[in-house]
């Protein structure tokens, strides 16, 4: 029994096929790393912008994509791919370059899709206009990082920008008719477990079709795991972790892609928790524990209405 909408089967029923992501970077930094809003970037946000899965930037897009596919030759027997613009903001140019990086990527036969990781006031109504036009060739699929709906808790992140950005920028992109991907984050210093399903609540109220969930952990050379030295806090168990995500799930409406359960930052990297390291019994110990608790996504929102 499938207990959440899961990303696979949402691949299946939109293309009809499985497929896989290839990372890509397109050379791109972010406005709250560059002084335009802050500098330093969200305080657990790597040097490598999230993008250490990415395929090397001093390569063209085309090249990326080709090293991509050779890369997942061996477990990987597909013709199609999503091109998956990962690491720092990927709205954050001139328009022209854009729409050529972009192009670049879907005019390859074997790119089905494009996925573009960004900020949302990092969409300005030329970025939404050339985004609305690309989505009428292949489908845009856009994912922002929101991390928590709590304005308190983003100022500690050093997110740069308030909960109500998000709030229009979702709302803009669904009248231009992108799918759009919430990013957050369990286990944020000072957040609760009620706070989190707060955070939740407010997804509801978007017309978002995807969330990317996450446990926080730290990584070297970031300014949270100089803040973590400094003032240790506590970091969730696996067993905690869980318990959490368990409890979001619950209240999470039924029609959101459920498009990750959780997080595994570059081993080479990580500080804590090390737990995250073993994705696989994470993600199998998961599983038997909705059902053992005999979980479904939306339960709580089921049994409210009732």
């Not at 928590?148 to 709030?167: G, M, Q, W």
Request: proline share 4%.
């Amino acid at each position: 029994m499938e207990r959440y909408y899961t990303y696979s089967r949402f691949i299946k029923e939109y293309f009809g096929e499985k497929l896989y992501k290839i990372c890509l970077d397109g050379g791109f930094t972010c406005p709250n790393r560059d002084g335009t809003l802050a500098t330093g970037g969200c305080i657990f946000c790597s040097e490598g912008g999230s993008g250490e899965f990415t395929e090397n930037t001093s390569l063209s897009v085309s090249e990326q994509i080709r090293l991509g596919k050779a890369q997942t030759a061996e477990k990987y027997h597909g013709e199609h791919y999503i091109a998956y613009f990962q690491a720092f903001t990927n709205t954050y140019a001139p328009i022209e370059r854009l729409r050529a990086l972009y192009e670049e990527a879907i005019e390859a036969p074997e790119i089905v899709a494009l996925s573009i990781g960004t900020r949302p006031d990092c969409l300005s109504p030329e970025v939404l206009s050339l985004l609305k036009e690309l989505n009428k060739r292949k489908p845009v699929f856009i994912e922002m990082g929101l991390q928590t709906a709590h304005d308190h808790t983003a100022a500690f992140l050093n997110r740069a920008y308030p909960t109500e950005t998000f709030t229009a920028a979702c709302h803009a992109l669904s009248n231009a008719g992108i799918r759009v991907t919430a990013h957050i984050i369990l286990g944020l210093p000072g957040e609760t477990a009620d706070m989190e399903i707060e955070t939740i609540r407010y997804l509801n109220s978007l017309p978002i079709n995807g969330i990317k969930i996450s446990m926080l952990y730290v990584l070297k050379n970031t300014i949270l795991a100089e803040y973590y030295k400094q003032h240790p806090f506590h970091i969730l168990t696996m067993e905690e972790y869980i318990d959490h995500l368990i409890g979001c799930l619950s209240w999470l409406r039924k029609d959101i892609v459920v498009e990750r359960i959780t997080g595994d930052g570059p081993k080479d990297l990580l500080i804590t928790p090390k737990w995250i390291g073993h994705k696989r019994l994470v993600l199998n110990t998961i599983h038997k524990e909705m059902k053992q608790r005999n979980f479904m996504q939306g339960g709580s929102l089921c049994q409210k209405n009732l």
